[in-house]
């Protein structure tokens, strides 16, 4: 706390010498300072407010909501919403609660991350250090795909799925998760596999390693931060999925979203706001653990749909 | 490319074999899926696809009904605003944290994290705090100020508002992570030269410092316009469409004549406006981006 003043004393010594030198002294509290951290302060809050309120909703008993304001913290906590939310809240004839949706979006999640980060990962490498003829054009047509907007897709995707018997089942959301997962995924790969030192590579070969061996024993070891950062991708964007899993699964088979969805907005029975809101925290848990956990790591991810390979 | 490589299919055949799915995906979901529904949008196909063509019917139905028109209105208003509060915001949000302030992670931290979260989820909370009986009207009028009126869900004319500020709630802290990448990127000696000639900050920043970021602007363009056309989670969520029809959107539309209206032709034809929106967008950017290169 008595910084800035020496601070001003240390000044006051360079300016009487030889004019200023060196960079200006900065008092704590200067009206920059101010503004600035006002300015981030007063958004952070905005930015924080729909988190507090969610968690004050849910923790809140129903009267207690239509009397108070929506701020204000639980006078009476209950845990209540929490457990109907879980076991208890019904979609149409259901009522076993979101578990349901959460066990759906962990048996849909799991196997897309796994299948869509191999087949990335291998296909990434084969472009990044086997290419071969054609392969550039491929490789275009699908980041150019990733721009195209998914509705032209969705219905000619549930001819193929009903084609091969997968159209509502489970298998079939994975499929499709791994095919739009493939183009910002295979990108992060070539970009990361391109980015290696190519000696590395040469002198496996001159060694004799094959497509396979070199992958395996050099690749992959050298490559673990990145599949990290691929997996928070594909976990967080899967988890949060709407679109696919409503149309290529069946109400049973619903992921969480989709069942939280029906949940909140269902038109039937008296409206709970604090099972709502417990169930949204509930859906948006998964995501922001990994979120808080993975730092640094989640802002690479996101960052890599930005840069161009 | 090696170019010595001889040709052969057999040549190279690991790589051949592990580039298989994206092939497939390339070829016969992005390319054929495309395809197949820009033909049968020219067919009157209802329940099922059917080859009964009947040229550009589908598309003079699709414009002449109001729920279309509304659809892309609303589209166009959230898209402007997004563009340019999020592009704002997120560059001033930038722009702050990189003053070598303290606590910086946990500024970006608390502004990135509704990223993190679903459209779903965003659209319901955003649907509770704008409730008008228990949200933010009623607190304010509780607080004396009882003429207050606020409540964009439920009033046709700027419901499309009240969407868009869950949606910038969710998405600025994108924009502000990649101009926060884009503004580390400067050189500080560009920083001292201004200070020397004594230009103000903000001159610096509009007349030299965002030129030279040009091209994360644009990349951030590219990212925030395919993630508007994409618009549909959120609206699901949030107001359902409603109140009405008055919150639409073309996604929406796709969707509901597809997969409940049992109107594929109109399905089909409202899809291929959109990616016909979205040609518009990525033709001139590719072209400004790659233009004779060939390079991706």
Sequence with gaps: ?309 | MAAARPLGLFRNINAKIAAIPMVLTALVVFTGGTIWTVVYSFTNSKLLPREKFVGFQQYERLWGTERWNVAIENLLIYGACMVVFSLVIGFVLAALLDQKIRFENTFRTILLYPFALSFIVTGLVWQWLLNPDFGIQSVIRALGWESFDFDPLYNADIVIYGVLIAGLWQGTGLVMCLMLAGLRGIDQEIWKAARVDGIPMWKTYIFIVIPMIRPVFITTLVIIASGIVRLYDLIVAQTGGGPGIASDVPAKYVYDYMFQGQNLGQGFAASTMMLLAVLVVIIPWAYLEFGGKKRV
């Design chain 1, 1 to 309: 706390m008595s910084d800035p003043g020496i601070l001003n004393v240390a000044g006051v010594g360079a300016d009487a010498l030889d004019g200023p030198r060196g960079p200006k002294p900065r008092r704590r509290f200067s009206r920059r300072n101010i503004f600035i951290y006002g300015t981030l302060i007063v958004v952070a809050l905005y930015y924080l407010l729909p988190l507090w309120v969610m968690v004050v909703t849910s923790l809140k008993g129903m009267p207690e909501i239509r009397l108070g304001n929506i701020f204000a913290p639980p006078v009476e906590i209950t845990f209540q919403p929490w457990v109907k939310a879980w076991a208890e809240a019904c979609t149409g004839l259901n009522c076993d609660g979101l578990s349901r949706g959460f066990w759906n979006s962990v048996r849909i999640t799991v196997p897309s991350v796994i299948l869509s980060i191999l087949i990335a990962s291998v296909n990434g490498y084969a472009l990044a250090n086997w290419r071969f003829k054609g392969a550039d054009v491929f490789f275009t047509i699908l980041i150019f795909g990733a721009f195209i907007p998914y509705q032209v897709m969705l219905y000619p995707i549930v001819i193929i799925l009903r084609e091969i018997g997968l159209y509502g089942s489970l298998t079939g959301l994975v499929l499709v998760h791994s095919v739009f997962g493939m183009p910002i995924l295979t990108l992060l790969f070539r970009n990361y596999f391109t980015s290696l030192p190519e000696e590395l590579f040469k002198a496996a070969r001159v060694d004799g390693a094959g497509f396979w061996q070199i992958y395996f024993q050099i690749m992959l070891p050298m490559s673990l931060p990145i599949f990290v950062v691929a997996m928070i991708l594909q976990v967080t964007g899967i988890w949060n999925d709407f679109l696919f899993g409503v149309v290529y699964t069946k109400p049973d088979l619903y992921p969480m979203t989709v069942q939280l969805n029906n949940i909140v907005n269902s038109v039937q029975g008296v409206k709970e706001y604090n099972v709502n809101m417990a169930a949204t925290l509930l859906t948006g848990l998964v995501p922001l653990v990994i979120y808080f956990i993975s730092g640094k790591l989640f802002v690479r991810g996101i960052a890599a749909g930005a840069v161009k390979g």
